[in-house]
Each structure stands twice: as structure tokens, then as C-alpha cells.
């Protein structure tokens, strides 16, 4: 996973690109999973481009200080401002949605067809 | 089996306990909180847990040698470091020294958005690099209770909670968890039911405008611990937890005696005055002399050379010197030798254990051979009989277990009689001595007596009382059938006296002429008798011898006559011839 998790970046770039910091602890099945289902909700919901960068606490435990992580795996979203944190394996999207500011399925493509 | 079983016993022989350094937590815990064990320390808001568990760490930094760690949900550490510095301890120079690791964690559950499964292995994490980095032995977590707010599955805090406590058990550290006292359990969030090694409940009460803390241990798995409730206070100290008094009466018990200070209490006193380490009681109504009799005490003692504690509870420390002056003791010399500290504050100014304990902080650093506490009534206004007896027995038995001579004052209401000091405690007090008013006369003047006064064969007397410019005198009293006389009634019956005395010597002497002159008087009526006898005597013979001649005289006449006779007549004459012949 470690090799996956050099900053992968994916979809357009722009100037509102979003950074996301996924906090794992070692390669758990939920790690796993959440990073799956997070490649998958934002190839498909984030236009303006998306940066992941991925955090194993077990290799770097002062890591964890910075951003108040305790639950694993917990999304956070730095940029843009506020921040914001989702906890779990983002196995629900929309929540996952909603907590990223991102446009919800239907609406999404209104949306797009609109701009 | 049963020789497995008790070979078992003899490796677990109870279990370890990590000491807390902490004044009197160690005594109730007979030892300290469980080594390698998870301890809860739960309490309202503002009844101290935050200090008692920083207070553990960091003593057992500093004196144990165990390195800790602490997690705080709810201060920083720039804010735990400021709030601790307040007693002296500097909280940045242990994390320098790599004694202590602090981390904040925040949980803010407006930002955290769940979806779908998570652990909190973030916080294990943290955790283990808390310990991991200072190698530390004892750890806090306060309030972890934060964590309930933040994450609403709890079906997952529950598990991780009870992972978290297995976690801490199974790297052997002593863990303080402090936790908000709940609603009817002992925390809010039931931390009780995951831990259950030992767990300390803190109560913040307050009666009569004042508050005092107290703390009970609820449960002390597989160790006996004092299961009371047990005032403590936290000050520029630290943390005091009130000693409970210890169960056994075990009190050194000294033969040496203590002077009082006044010469005929001394005497009252079999001559020597209170047995050292006894516990004396001086009982009596508004200015009756108490305050002196203590003052008397607290001269002496420093006189001996002993240091002495007076704690003055009504009136300052200069009041009481300025006003013992005038009866000629000098407090103030004393003071200045350094062999007398008098503390005063006001009794109002704290709760009852807090007086306790500050007495018990001022003992504990003077070292006072003789403590007074002047009046000890006044601590006890207010509070319940049962909790009024409970602290003095604790005082007293704490001066005991230091073979420290106390002297307690009692004012009694005037109303009240002299022998009930409402306070219960006649029973531990070894020498009671009752100052009374005795009005008389118009006059109002002050007695005392020796209630009690165990193991020594007292006076039984009611002394007056006299303060003079040159000390304290105890005067016998006069008992007569009008009552007992003091004052000026008391002179006046003594002057009474001596002039009887003299009148009744004067008539003896008087008695004693009268009959010297009577003597005489019958030897000069024995003499005249005898002169007057002697001349009658005298008298007597003279005619006895007068008759005497006469009867004489006429024989002779008688034989003349015959024998002018005979020479007329015949052979009769003859024989008055003869008779004549022979004359």
C-alpha cells in the first residue's frame, strides 16, 4: 500500500484542488477498504482535481498530533478551508459526500450540465 | 491441588501497589494505588481530579523514579503546566529531563463526520509513542470521557474503551483515568464497569456556606483499604488527604511530667503538673481565665525550652500577648526565641477539616512539643455534634500518636452547666480543669477546680482564682455554711477570723489570771485561817494549863486541910500523916 500511497494524483487540477490526508494504521482491511472506496468517490464527484496523501501512524506516530487523529482511518480534508474530517472506511457515500462539500450524485450531474 | 493452589498464593501475595507520595492517600490506600492496574478517580466538576492525578505523576516522576505520561482531552499542556505551577512544579523541566510526556488530545465532534467502520487505533497510537518516548510507568488520562462526545457509534467506543484498559493492563502501567461523576453511577459514561481494579469516588460538599472535599475509595480490588470518607484539600502544598485516626490505641504513654505553668496548679497537680503527651481541657464560662491559663502553659514550655504551637481562634496573636502582659507573661520574648509560633485565623474562615488539617500542616512542620488551641469551641459552631466530635477525636489522637502535650480551652454558655462542654469529648481528655464564676457579695470572682485528671492523685479543691500584675495565684477558698467565699467576702472572713482567734486567746489568758488569782486568794485565806488557829491555839493551852494549876492548887489546899485535921483527931491521921508523908 505504502507505494500506492506516494501522492497520487488523479482528475483535472485547479486552482481549488482538493488535499486530502487519509491517516491509516498499517495495512488493516478497513485502510484498505477506505482507501478504495476514497480513489473511487473522487475520480467520480471531485472535477476540480483531488491530492491524497496517505499517513501510516505505525511508522509515524507523531504524525497523529497534528491533525488530532484517534480513530482509524480518518479522511481529513485540509484544503479548501474548513477542515474537515470524516472517520471510518467511507463505505457510506454520501456522508462521505457531505462531509468532503461535494456535490451529491443526482445533483452532481444537474449541476455539471448547468455550468 | 492444594499445594499447587498454594504455591499460586504465595507468588501473588497480594498485590503491588505503586506509592502516590501524596499525604494521606498513601494511609487510606495502605499503600498507594495498584501497580500495573487501571485506577478511576471520578468526582464532580471542580473537586480536584485533574490535581490529584497530575499530583501522582508527577511525584512519581520526582520521587519514584517512574516516568509518566499524561493525555488530556481537556487542557493543553501550556494550560495543565500553568495550573500545576501554582505548586511549585514545574511541569516543562520534567518533560525537558524526559521525565514526563504530555499530549493533548481534541476531540471536536462538530468536525468529524463517521462512515462505516473505524477503531480508534489513532489513539493507541498516540499512546504507545507517549510512552514509548519517556518510558514512562504511570500514565493519565483526563477526562477520557471527552472521547463519548466525540464519537456517537458507541458501540465502537465501547469496545475500544475496554481494549484501551486491557492495553494499559497488559504493558503493566498504573493508570489514573479521571472521569465526570454521572447521574445515580459513579461516572457518567460507566468507565466503572471496564475498570474495576480500583476506583476513587471525590465529593465537593458544601454545608454552611463552606466547602470541603472528601474522597472515599468505592473499591480496592484484592486489597484492604480504609473504606471512609476522608476529607483533603488541596493547597499551595498539594494535595492533603486527612489521616484517618489510627484504629489501635497504641499512644506512647510517658511517666514525665509537664509543668503548667502556675505553681498551685502544679501543686493541685500531685506537685509536677500534666503528664507529657496528655490531653488537657481547660472548660469555663466567658473570662474566666482560660486564655491565661494556656498563655501560663505556653510560657513555661518555653521556658523548658520547648517548642510551642498556639492556635488562637478568637483573638490575634498581638491581642493575646498585649493582654497576658498585663497579668506579667511575656509571649512576646517567646515568640521572638523562636520557640513559640502563634498562628490565629478566624474560625469561620474554614470548614472543620480544613482547620484539621492546617493544624495537622503546622505540627507536621514545627514539630511543637506542647500545642494550644485556644478555644476549640469555636471550631465547632455550627456543625453537627457527630462531625464536631469525629474531628476533635482526630485531633487529639493525632497530638497523642506525637506524645505532644495539648491544651484545648472550651467556652461554656453561661446557661450550660460547668461540666458540659458540648463537645463529647470528656472522655479523651486525660486532665479537665473547670474555671467557674462565683458571685458573692455583689462580687463576681473566678474558682477552679480539677474535674479529672487521670493517673495522678489530684487536689479536690475548689481554688479562687486570683490574676494578679505579678502572675496567677491559686487561693483556697473558704467553705462555710453560706457557700464558698471568695474575694473580698473571703477577706473579710479572714480578718473575721483572726480577731475571734485573738478574742478567744485573750480570754484564755484572761481565765488563766482568774484562776492564778483565785489560788492566791485561797492560799492568803489558807494563811490567815492558820494564823487565826494558831492563836486560839494558842489561847487553849493557856487555859489547859491555867485549869491545869488550878486543880493542882487545890489538892494542895485540900491536904493541908486534912492534916490540920489530923492532929485533932485519932489513928485516922496517922494514915493522913502518911499520905502526907509521900507528898
Known sequence: ?115 | MPGNRLKKDSILQGIEKSPSGIHGLDEISRGGLPKGRTTILCGGAGCGKTMIGLEFIVRGAMEFGEPGAVIAFEETPEEMTRNIASLGVDLQHLVQTKKLFMDHIYVEPAEIEETGEYDLEGLFIRLEHAVKSVGAKRVMLDTLEALFSGFQNAGILRAEVRRLFRWLKERGLTTIVTAERGDGTLTRHGLEEYVSDCVILLDHRIQDEISTCRMRIVKYRGAAHVADEVPFLIDEQGLSVLPISSMELQHRVSQERVGTGIADLDEMLEGKGYFRGSSVLVSGTAGSGKTTICSKFAEASCARGEKCLYVGLEESAEHVARNVRSVGIDLKTCAAKGLLLHEAWRPSQYGLETHLLRIHQIVEKLQPANVVIDPITSLLSGTSPLQAQSMLVRLIDFLKTRGITAVFTSLTRGDSSAENTDLGVSSLIDTWLVLRDIELNGERNRGMYVLKSRGMAHSNQLREFILGRDGVQLVPTYVGAGGVLTGSSRVVQEAVETAAALAREQEIEGRQRELQRRRDALDARIQSLRAEFAAEEEEMLKLINQGRAREDLLLTNRADMAQSRRVAANGSRLKAGAAKGTL
Not at chain 1, 59 to 75: C, M, R, S, V, W
Not at chain 1, 81 to 97: F, M, Y
Request: glycine letters at 8%.
Open chain 1, 1 to 115: 500500500m505504502s507505494s500506492q500511497a506516494k501522492p497520487a494524483v488523479a482528475g483535472k487540477t485547479c486552482n481549488d484542488k482538493m488535499l486530502l490526508r487519509l491517516y491509516i494504521a498499517g495495512q488493516t482491511p478497513k485502510s484498505l477498504a477506505a482507501l478504495a472506496n476514497l480513489k473511487k468517490l473522487c475520480d467520480q464527484y471531485a472535477p476540480q482535481g483531488y491530492q491524497i496523501e496517505i499517513i501510516d501512524l505505525v511508522k509515524n506516530p507523531q504524525l497523529a498530533k497534528g491533525d488530532q487523529i484517534l480513530a482509524i482511518p480518518t479522511l481529513v480534508r485540509s484544503l479548501p478551508e474548513p477542515v474537515r474530517k470524516i472517520i471510518g472506511d467511507l463505505s457510506d457515500t454520501e456522508r462521505v459526500l457531505v462531509g468532503l462539500d461535494l456535490h451529491p450524485v443526482g445533483r452532481d450531474g444537474a449541476g455539471d450540465s448547468g455550468v
